[in-house]
C-alpha cells in the first residue's frame, strides 16, 4: 500500500517570503513523486516530478523539491513567493514497477499575503 | 494545440438522473484517467483505460460507468446509483499506463439539484 500525506490543508506566507509545502510518502517500493499545482476550478498542472537520479529536482515558476529516502520526504519549496504562487498544491506518488496509478495527498492551499 | 478537453464545464442533475461527462484528448495518449476531487480529500481515481476497449475499476468505481470505444475518447457516465456525485471530476491522459506524467483536463463541476 502507498499514501500521501501533505502536513498543513493551508499556509499563508508573505509576497517575497519563503513557501514551504510539506509532503510525506509511504511506499513499499522506490517511489516517483510529483507535485502538481491547481488554480481555481481548473485542472492540474505538473510543477515537478522524482523518478531517478538528482535528488534536487527543479520544476517550473522557479519551485524546487528535494526527494529525502531517510525521510521519506518530498517537501515543495521557493525562496521567494510571488501574488501569482496562490493555489492548491498536490503531492503524488506513484510506485516504481506498476502501473501509472497515482495516489494523492489532500493537497495544500497556499495563500500569498502582501 | 494538442490537450484534453472536457465538456461541460458546469453540469446540474436533478436526484435520480444519469449524466455523462465527456473527455477527449488529441495527445495520441494510449491511458486516460477519471478522477474525483472533492474539497479536503484529494483526488481520487474513478476509472481508467489502458487501451481502447478496455477500463479498470478504481478506488470509487461504483456508481459510475465508463466506455473506450474510440482512443481519444473516454467518457463518465454518472449513475443514479452514485449516492453523493457532486464534485469536481477530472480527466486525465498519459502516453502509457506505466508513464511518468499524467496531463489534466479543465474538469467538470456536477451538481446535483
Known amino acids: 500500500a502507498q499514501s500521501v500525506t501533505q502536513l498543513g490543508s493551508h499556509v499563508s506566507v508573505s509576497e517575497g517570503a519563503l513557501v514551504l509545502l510539506r509532503c510525506n510518502y509511504s511506499?513499499?517500493?522506490?517511489?516517483?513523486l510529483f507535485w502538481y499545482v491547481q488554480y481555481p476550478n481548473q485542472g492540474l498542472q505538473l510543477l515537478l516530478k522524482?523518478?531517478?537520479?538528482?535528488?534536487l529536482v527543479k520544476g517550473i515558476n522557479g519551485f524546487e523539491a528535494e526527494f529525502k529516502k531517510s525521510e521519506t520526504s518530498f517537501h515543495l519549496t521557493k525562496p521567494s513567493a510571488h501574488m501569482s504562487d496562490a493555489a492548491e498544491y498536490f503531492c503524488?506518488?506513484?510506485?516504481?514497477?506498476?502501473?501509472?496509478?497515482?495516489?494523492f495527498g489532500t493537497g495544500t492551499r497556499l495563500q500569498v499575503t502582501l | 494545440d494538442g490537450g484534453i478537453t472536457q465538456s461541460p464545464k458546469y453540469l446540474f442533475r436533478k436526484e435520480g438522473q444519469n449524466v455523462t461527462l465527456s473527455c477527449e484528448q488529441n495527445?495520441?495518449?494510449?491511458?486516460m484517467y477519471w478522477y474525483r476531487q472533492d474539497p479536503g480529500q484529494g483526488l481520487r481515481l474513478i476509472y481508467y483505460?489502458?487501451?481502447?476497449?478496455?477500463?479498470q475499476k478504481g478506488d470509487i468505481a461504483e456508481g459510475y460507468s465508463v466506455s473506450r470505444e474510440k482512443k481519444e475518447s473516454f467518457p463518465l457516465t454518472v449513475t443514479s446509483a452514485q449516492k453523493n456525485p457532486t464534485a469536481f471530476y477530472l480527466c486525465?491522459?498519459?502516453?502509457?499506463?506505466?508513464?511518468?506524467?499524467?496531463?489534466f483536463g479543465p474538469g467538470t463541476r456536477l451538481t446535483v439539484l
Open positions: 486525465a491522459s498519459s502516453p502509457g499506463l506505466s508513464d511518468n506524467e499524467q496531463f
Open positions: 511506499s513499499s517500493v522506490p517511489p516517483y
Open positions: 522524482y523518478t531517478t537520479g538528482a535528488t
Open positions: 503524488a506518488l506513484r510506485g516504481t514497477g506498476t502501473a501509472s496509478k497515482l495516489t
Open positions: 495527445l495520441n495518449h494510449d491511458a
Open positions: 483505460s489502458q487501451i481502447v476497449n478496455d477500463f
